[in-house]
T-cell receptor
Framework: AQSVAQPEDQVNVAEGNPLTVKCTYS??????LFWYVQYPNRGLQFLLK??????LVKGSYGFEAEFNKSQTSFHLKKPSALVSDSALYFC??????????FGTGTRLTVIP | DAGVIQSPRHEVTEMGQEVTLRCKPI?????LFWYRQTMMRGLELLIY????????DSGMPEDRFSAKMPNASFSTLKIQPSEPRDSAVYFC?????????????FGPGTRLTVL
């Protein structure tokens, strides 16, 4: 069975500091990993995905994520956080079925 | 370029009433997904369609829920009769192809409140 875990419900970071939102996964085959962001009263917006190739994936708004197969992780990172990055972040994994399994979400708060 | 369109954005109804949620996927996309989001259960896949055909409805909670996709540009999710525990935000998403590595694009959601 496939699953994804976001171990932190809440992450607080000061504006200008680097941020990391953690994600680990469990799959039986090759994973396909996605990050989405949800702003209040909005739908999920696609940030980036890893399918194959370079382990470091760059996405929208300056975000990037690193696929680590040995640690089964796909942490989301940004070098310098903005207040506008405050939102709910979802990691998702797919493995060949036609749907994605989403984590429970991590609420990021960037403090001015 | 219009994204996924959902209507209504908000729906308040009384227990026992029929509720119909609507979704227009991105033009040219041939996979469509219905999700439900609650605080307790997070984001759950209810059903998805490829080329208008339901592929997996194992996430539909019970027979009170039904979904249709009569054509490539329209889908409905119906709850009859509705119950307070159905209160949630319902999202529709579409994907260009049936290839699972393609990105799903989400609509703004319908916030359903059943009194």
């Amino acid at each position: 069975a496939q699953s994804v875990a976001q171990p932190e419900d809440q992450v607080n970071v000061a504006e200008g500091n680097p941020l990391t939102v953690k994600c680990t996964y469990s799959v039986s085959g090759n994973p396909y990993l996605f990050w989405y962001v949800q702003y209040p009263n909005r739908g999920l917006q696609f940030l980036l995905k890893y399918i194959t190739g370079d382990n470091l994936v760059k996405g929208s708004y300056g975000f990037e994520a690193e696929f680590n197969k040995s640690q089964t992780s796909f942490h989301l990172k940004k070098p310098s956080a903005l207040v506008s990055d405050s939102a709910l972040y979802f990691c998702a994994v797919g493995t060949g079925a036609n749907n994605l399994f989403f984590g429970t979400g991590t609420r990021l708060t960037v403090i001015p | 370029d219009a994204g996924v369109i959902q209507s209504p954005r908000h729906e308040v109804t009384e227990m026992g009433q029929e509720v119909t949620l609507r979704c227009k996927p991105i033009s040219g996309h041939n996979s469509l997904f219905w999700y439900r989001q609650t605080m307790m259960r997070g984001l759950e896949l209810l059903i998805y369609f490829n080329n208008n055909v339901p592929i997996d409805d194992s996430g539909m909670p019970e027979d009170r829920f039904s979904a249709k996709m009569p054509n490539a540009s329209f889908s409905t999710l119906k709850i009859q009769p509705s119950e307070p525990r159905d209160s949630a935000v319902y999202f529709c998403a579409s994907r260009m192809t049936s290839v699972y590595t393609d990105t799903q694009y989400f609509g703004p959601g319908t916030r359903l409140t059943v009194l």
